[in-house]
């Protein structure tokens, strides 16, 4: 079974551009979070898919960022236009249900770091 | 409020050497606690997980972690560190998030580097 995959894995870009992170999940899971590592940080929460719906977004950090899952398979996530201080590793994550830990627990692809100069 | 805390930046061991890194939790019901490793230009990879049950729990790659309640702790080990160990390693907690699911709460995590 393929695991979650995440595109491009580097992007380098300048201050003001926009870039669009993608993110594939396990098939057959319905939910999807994206979390972000900015330099030295802990790793933190952005959002939450259920399916195409956005079940939480408390931790989307400003209008800038905007995170698409339509169907409900793979999602989005641009950054317009971007900052310096958006540089860091964006990881996405999948899992199953959401009724237990055990259905909950969260598979990571691998990231993708991004630069902004 | 849950957090995950990580009190060791970085560590350094010699090869061969034990290692313990240490983690504590703060979380309000019963903790799912996860040790992840992030190797240089590699994503996160599980490393070992506890829901329940038995409180010491193995993992991959040699590593176990010990679940401690009453000191909110998960620390992980590994009797013999390799040089193929040096990474950046994250402890975690899955909370139970108020409009249903779960998210993972992460420590700033412990780099490891490991000398001959």
């Known amino acids: 079974e393929a695991g979650v995959t995440q595109f491009p894995s580097h992007s380098v870009i300048e201050k003001g551009q926009t870039v669009t992170l993608r993110c594939d999940p396990i098939?057959?899971?319905?939910?999807l979070y994206w979390y972000r590592r900015v330099m030295g940080k802990e790793i933190k929460f952005l959002l939450h898919?259920?399916?195409?719906?956005?079940?939480?977004e408390s931790g989307m950090p400003n209008n800038r960022f905007l995170a698409e899952r339509t169907g409900g398979t793979y999602s989005t996530l641009k950054v317009q236009p971007a900052e310096l201080e958006d540089s860091g590793v964006y990881f996405c994550?999948?899992?199953?249900?959401?009724?237990?830990?055990?259905?909950?627990?969260?598979?990571f692809g691998p990231g993708t770091r991004l630069t902004v100069l | 409020a849950q957090s995950v805390t990580q009190p060791d930046i970085h560590i350094t061991v010699s090869e061969g050497a034990s290692l313990e890194l240490r983690c504590n939790y703060s979380?309000?019901?019963?903790?799912?606690l996860f040790w992840y490793v992030q190797s240089p230009g590699q994503g996160l990879q599980l490393l070992l997980k506890?829901?329940?049950?038995?409180?010491l729990v193995q993992g991959i790659k040699g590593f176990e972690a010990e679940f401690k309640r009453s000191q909110s702790s998960f620390n992980l080990r590994k009797p013999s560190v390799h040089w193929s160990d040096a990474a950046e390693y994250f402890c975690?907690?899955?909370?139970?998030?108020?409009?249903?699911?779960?998210?993972?709460?992460f420590g700033a995590g412990t780099r490891l580097f490991v000398k001959a």
């Open positions: 975690a907690v899955g909370a139970r998030r108020n409009t249903g699911g779960f998210k993972t709460i």
């Open positions: 898919f259920v399916k195409e719906s956005k079940q939480d």
């Open positions: 979380y309000g019901a019963t903790p799912y």
């Open positions: 506890y829901f329940s049950g038995d409180t």
């Open positions: 098939s057959g899971h319905d939910n």
């Open positions: 994550a999948s899992s199953h249900g959401t009724s237990g830990i055990r259905d909950n627990e969260q598979f």
